[in-house]
């Protein structure tokens, strides 16, 4: 198994008020399998993905990564599991504008301590493979916005994750690159990457085997998508 | 330290040319803290990626530190752009799972500067932008003005000679947005070249000179 969450808490405490942003939360995600996370805003769906990505830990509850209890985890271990083994992609692309798209693709591999001949090899291969050679010495700020989705995609495989996570990846960009994005994702999924992608689009969803809505912090209803169903 | 001649800067659609810029004239010295203004669609936003050497001028010439810029291949643009300048945005594009650390060393990582000179570097930087406290929490833990400051911070860390910047304190509150300048005044003093695109009078006080553009021209 992937993912399991056990009745998994989020509590956000200010001075006076508590806010449960998730509340129990009973989840299995097995790898390969291609999930959209539905919701209104503030249900608390990028508070789950950003759990599971292990950059926010749970107020209670388990969360086991790969058959490992990892709540409990320090940062230093929690940083390990996530950088072998998770890409994320953003609403807002999250390049560095002082890198080129190279730089910027390459990035997690240096995380991986990995040689720079086969970091420049790897990264290459990325790039040829979206259509982003021509761009590689360029900066994001040159680049139109669904070219920088392009690059976060390219940089969150780089490392040949097992698992990505998509927060509202088409959420700034227009229909015929929105469709683009969802298109690298469902090649991705294809090849064996497990994908759990937030989103609004009703539409995008459905790119997906398994929608999960979310309300209030809560788990409403599942769905499996029927061109699935066995 | 720059010279502009004659900037252009067209779009053509169809027989149609829109001008952004035109016939732009301009000489900032090193050490100089210079606002441009102007409403929107003036074309502020383009002088400054052109100045950034993100973007090439239609017509015209580019001289920074006397070297003919227009005249540059891709590569050297990009060489020049990477050695002197810093660009601070009004969005914060920091790496959401990247730790405030990790986000403040990435440029280094490309400079072949040893290990021990990164982390002294990134120490000096956490403590200057007092955000020490904050060094192993991701952006998504920080409020916006914490995460301007991370991402100034990433932007200077490198040791820019020129610092561009394109509305920086567009998403922040009076408070925060007053602490910004007040570094970039300080940066300022320190001997660093600053060129601000802002909306606000109150920022713009914090230069010393203002260029005003409006319909693409530079106002007298």
Redesign the interface.
């Known amino acids: 198994m992937l993912i399991q969450t056990k009745d998994l808490k989020k509590i956000y405490t200010t001075e006076e008020v508590e806010t449960t942003a998730l509340n129990n939360i009973n989840l299995e995600i097995q790898e390969g399998e291609y999930v959209a996370i539905m919701g209104p805003s503030g249900c608390g769906k990028s508070t789950l993905l950003n759990i599971m990505g292990l950059i926010d830990n749970p107020t209670s509850g388990e969360y086991h990564f790969l058959d490992k209890d990892v709540a409990k985890y320090s940062e230093r271990k929690r940083a390990g599991l996530r950088k072998s083994n998770i890409g994320f992609v953003f609403q807002s692309f999250n390049l560095i504008d002082e890198l080129t798209v190279f730089e910027n693709v390459e990035l997690p591999l240096l995380y991986l301590g990995l040689s720079a001949g086969e970091r420049k090899k790897r990264t290459n291969e990325v790039l040829e493979h979206m259509a982003l050679m021509p761009r590689k010495n360029h900066f994001p700020q040159q680049l139109s916005g669904g070219q920088q989705q392009r690059v976060a995609v390219a940089r969150a495989v780089v490392a040949r994750p097992k698992l990505i996570l998509a927060d509202e990846p088409t959420g700034n960009l227009d229909s015929t690159h929105g469709e683009e994005v969802m298109n690298l994702l469902g090649e991705l999924h294809e090849n064996g990457t497990t994908i759990v992608m937030v989103t609004h689009s009703q539409a995008y969803a459905e790119y997906s085997q398994r929608i999960i809505y979310l309300f209030d912090g809560q788990v409403v209803s599942e769905n499996v998508q029927t061109k699935f169903k066995l | 330290m720059i010279e502009l001649r004659g900037i252009t800067k067209y779009y053509s659609t169809g027989y149609v040319k829109t001008f952004v810029l035109r016939n732009v004239n301009l000489t900032i010295g090193e050490g100089e803290f210079v606002t441009v203004m102007g409403p929107s669609g003036a074309g502020k936003s383009t002088l400054l ?1 052109i100045l950034g050497m ?2 090439t001028p239609s017509e015209g010439e580019y001289f920074f530190d006397g070297q003919p810029v227009h005249a540059f291949t ?2 050297q643009l ?1 060489e020049l ?2 050695h002197h300048i ?2 601070v ?1 009004q ?1 914060y ?5 990247l ?1 405030v650390t ?1 986000n403040l060393e ?2 280094l ?2 400079k072949k500067i040893k290990g021990s000179e990164r982390k002294a570097l990134v120490a000096e930087s956490l403590d200057r932008f007092h955000i020490v406290a904050k060094k ?1 929490l ?1 952006p ?2 920080l409020s916006g003005g914490q995460q301007q400051r991370v991402a100034i911070a ?2 200077l860390i ?1 040791k820019p000679r020129l610092i561009l910047a394109d509305e920086p304190t567009g998403n922040l509150n009076s408070k925060e947005g007053k602490e910004v300048m007040e570094m970039f005044a300080e940066l300022n003093a320190a001997g660093t070249t600053i060129i601000q695109v802002t909306h606000s009078e109150q920022n713009a006080a914090y230069g010393r000179r203002t260029i005003r553009l409006l319909d693409g021209w530079v106002q007298p």
């Open positions: 990626h993100l973007d891709e590569r990009t752009h990477k810093g660009f945005f969005s594009h920091l790496i959401d799972d730790t990790e990435t440029p990582l490309y192993d991701f998504n833990q990433r932007a490198t």
